[in-house]
């Protein structure tokens, strides 16, 4: 059954695809179809492996990345499947369309996608009103973005506004810098912009911990199109301003390892295998860079359990997974999460972080 699901999603134009999925996992998540344990098996059974980040214990160190869920429509269904943790959105302030389609393209020879959604988003009153909904177990994080048709001098406001709106309901919080399909967006990650913008999110960070009680950690997600330099330099401002981990990276403007390929000139982020080279650099030199100061979260052509080791070893404390997910289905969520595990038990360690920790030496 859940086969031939697969076959006529794959059928489909990768963005109704995509939309049925949501769809369906919705379906599956409602208190009245309820299918935690079918979701759990279509994810493989993740075992446990708990991970402590940002003072919070992640079930795993596996996570989805932001863009599958923009909405927050099947947080529950997508947290039975077996995930560490989910990021949302992103999310707006306001509804907007995102670009034209089509804006989503299969590379299937090199695993890849490239996409330029364009902050498609039902903005912030909706997600709210969809995340308040759900069962709140889990790690749940909130990827914000601004408004296309917000300056980006203004962008600030467009984050405030979205820190604003998750704060009591996120565990933690993403001001995602770096997508390619926001004109001007990435421009945040030069040095000025960016502490300036960093700046103005702590002091509004302040003011709601003191209003909440609880301070939400801040990741901030950078691109994988950033020079040696350009990478520790946003390092070091995003440690300077307190926010509490880098998420590192977003889709690639690049087009490494597709030149020829059908869509491989069509406009957008590429993400996939190809682009796990460029990530995976980009986390070795955060590491370096950061020395222990921050935590990492690594993201970028992920599509093995070894995959995943190689982040790990190379400095992400958590990763993150979405287009591999497109080509494997769920059982990818499983498939990781065993091996891991498998390493820890056939290790004198307890815990992942330590095991990681030995092979980093
Ligand atoms: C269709 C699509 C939509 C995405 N939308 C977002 C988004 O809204 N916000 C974001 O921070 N990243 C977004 N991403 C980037 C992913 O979160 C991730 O950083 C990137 O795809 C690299 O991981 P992967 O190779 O495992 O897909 C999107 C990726 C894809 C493929």
């Known amino acids: 059954m859940y086969r031939l699901v697969k076959k006529i999603l794959w059928s489909l134009d990768p963005e109704k695809s995509h939309r049925a999925t949501i769809r369906l996992l919705s379906l599956a998540q409602n208190r009245a179809v309820n299918c935690c344990g079918l979701l759990n098996r279509i994810g493989g059974r993740p075992p446990l492996l708990p991970t402590q980040v940002m003072g919070l214990t992640f079930p795993s160190p596996l996570g989805l990345a932001a863009g599958f869920d923009k909405n927050g429509e099947a947080v529950d269904a997508l947290q039975a499947m077996g995930f560490g943790f989910i990021e949302l959105g992103t999310v707006t302030p306001c509804p907007q369309p995102g670009n034209p389609k089509p804006r989503l393209f299969r590379l299937l020879e090199a695993r890849a996608v490239i996409n330029r959604m364009g902050f498609n988003s039902l903005g912030l009153d909706q997600f709210l009103t969809n995340l308040k909904g759900h069962k709140r177990e889990g790690v749940v994080a909130v990827n914000l973005g601004k408004n296309t048709d917000t300056p980006v001098e203004e962008a600030l406001d467009d984050y405030c506004q979205g820190l604003e709106a998750v704060y009591s309901l996120a565990d933690f919080a993403t001001l995602n810098i770096s997508s390619p399909n926001t004109l001007n967006l990435r421009a945040l990650q ?155 038990v056939e290790s004198d360690h307890d815990f992942l972080a330590d095991l990681v920790a030995e092979a980093r030496k």
Do not use: C
């Open 190 to 344: 030069e040095h000025d912009a960016l502490k300036s913008l960093l700046d103005g999110i702590g002091k509004r960070r302040d003011q709601l911990q003191e209003s909440h009680n609880r301070r939400l950690p801040i990741a901030v997600k950078i691109a994988p199109d950033l020079d040696h330099s350009a990478i520790r330099d946003v390092a070091e401002e995003v440690v300077a301003s307190g926010m509490d981990a880098i998420i590192a990276t977003n889709t690639t403007v690049a087009r490494p390892q597709v030149e020829g390929l059908p869509h491989a000139g069509e406009t957008g982020g590429l993400s996939g295998k190809p682009l796990k080279p460029l990530a995976l650099q980009t986390v070795r030199t955060l590491y370096q860079t950061l020395d222990g100061r921050l935590p990492i979260i690594g993201v970028g052509g992920i599509q093995s359990a070894d995959d995943a080791w190689e982040f790990l070893k190379a400095g992400a404390d958590l990763v993150q997974i979405y287009t591999g997910m497109l080509y494997q289905g769920p059982g990818l969520i499983g498939t990781i999460t065993h091996e891991l595990k498998r390493r820890v």
